[in-house]
């Protein structure tokens, strides 16, 4: 897998920029421009505040898109729909989560 490629797939799939990104990681531009360069290797660390600022787990950054380990296929669906969703619309979704099982 390369990484940079994911991290542009990523970016593009929750219509984010990388410059974006990088204001939300606090992982400078030029630093990212290395690590397309392959100049410069990521950490766990900086995998993590990538994965943080997308709303995803570790596991689902090196998957393949779409794939999500260890859950059902009910909750895949769910993710998939969720992921297609912007930052208002999650809060909308998750408020009526939280209204449903309140009953």
Not at 9 to 29: A, E
């Amino acid at each position: 897998m390369n990484v940079t490629q994911r991290i542009d797939d990523l970016c593009r799939q929750h219509n984010i920029s990388k410059y974006r990104l990088s204001q939300i990681t606090g992982i400078s531009q030029s630093a990212f421009s290395k690590m397309a360069r392959q100049q410069s290797s990521l950490s766990l660390e900086t995998i993590q505040r990538i994965c943080d600022a997308l709303s995803i787990s570790v596991a689902q950054f090196f998957s393949e898109p779409g794939e999500y380990p260890d859950l059902t296929a009910e909750q895949r669906q769910l993710l998939n729909s969720w992921t297609l969703l912007d930052e208002k619309k999650r809060a909308f979704a998750l408020m009526i989560i939280e209204k449903i099982s309140e009953i």
